[in-house]
């Protein structure tokens, strides 16, 4: 199997922390996402990361569907929850950084308010505590609030829930972390 990602992709990151937290080895191919020449897309049309290539062929696009592949999605209702409630924010926090990374004339400030409110409503929803971070909902949230330190800094998540800080801090000393920083961006 070969995971396609790209190193700024919380998504991606989400697969790439528990693939090494909870192995085998994976093979790893960098792409690019917004070239015409892209190596994903003989592969995958769609163009999107992660994406994960079976030995027979397969391939299998977005998270939540290679969690599924390798069964790792929680088993129980409220981790169920729990991640999607992390994936919705996160989702939330994509659309964001896209509205802001538009000229400034051609952004939908309304589009962003409610990108703003919704990821720190859900944030002050959450509980530390619940977050075991070695599972899916926990590394999910470790990589969307690792997103928010590197690649979308204007979201100041630690003041939407203090609480979260000090997990997050024990959740970025962890080796899967660590492995898989984004590169920083100037959102």
Known sequence: MTLFFHPGSPYARIIRMLWRERGPALAEQEVTLRAADSALLPHNPVGR????????????SETLLILAHQGWL???NAGMARLGR???MLDGIAMWNRELRRVEHERAPGVIALEATRADRILASLDP??????????????SALGYGERRHTVWNWRAANPSLAPWFEAAARRPAFQATLPPVSGI
């Open 49 to 60: 990361v992660p994406s994960l290539l079976l030995a027979d062929g397969t391939l299998l």
């Open 86 to 88: 992390v994936m919705g």
């Open 74 to 76: 929680p088993r129980d």
């Open 129 to 142: 505590a619940r977050h075991d971070m070695a599972s899916p909902e926990g590394i999910a949230l470790a």
